[in-house]
């Protein structure tokens, strides 16, 4: 568990924790990297990590949470035709918004985000559910896929270095939606 505040000095300190987590991933699995490592790599003590955070896990969590709420405050906001098709949109956000995606591929954790997406998109989803009258198991089908989608073909571009752009490798995916 987490326990982040919203005032800037605790925010800093997050951030750091995560950063230092994410640059240790890029050496030693998550099942191997201490809470001492974190601090030190971090420049934080113990005390500030507990603070936080309840075990390194948590990081991964928390960041995932943060994206997808403000993924998801960020599609309400729109018009009420993006909101009709929150595909395009929430593909392209992840893409424009990496860091949980890439942290939580790093741990080896991509449940922790998918089921922060989920979370945060399940509220979305009825709507879209009440607007077109689809049947819960095809909500939670609809659900299964987009996430899907969005994960692996996060994952697939990440693999390949980044080498396409955002809106190059929507396309693809249009594409290849289209055919299916």
Not at 128 to 151: C, R
Not at 168 to 175: H, K, M, P, T, W
Request: with cysteine.
């Amino acid at each position: 568990m987490y326990h982040i505040s919203s005032s800037k000095r605790t925010l800093d300190s997050a951030q750091k924790i995560e950063s230092a987590l994410n640059k240790l991933l890029d050496s030693v699995s998550l099942d191997r990297i201490s809470v001492s490592q974190i601090c030190k790599e971090a420049g934080v003590g113990r005390t500030t990590f507990y603070r936080l955070f309840d075990m390194p896990v948590d990081i991964i969590q928390w960041r995932c949470d943060t994206n997808s709420k403000a993924q998801y405050d960020e599609l309400m906001s729109k018009s009420k035709k993006v909101i009709a098709f929150p595909f395009d949109f929430n593909l392209r956000y992840v893409f424009e918004h990496p860091q949980a995606l890439e942290l939580a591929y790093k741990a080896g954790r991509t449940d922790i985000a998918e089921a922060s997406f989920n979370r945060y998109n399940s509220d979305l989803l009825k709507a879209l559910q009440d607007t077109y009258h689809i049947s819960n198991m095809d909500l939670e089908v609809s659900e299964l896929i987009v996430t899907s989608i969005i994960t692996s073909s996060f994952k697939h571009w990440i693999e390949n270095g980044k080498k396409e752009t955002i809106n190059v490798f929507l396309e693809r995916i249009r594409r290849i939606i289209q055919h299916l």
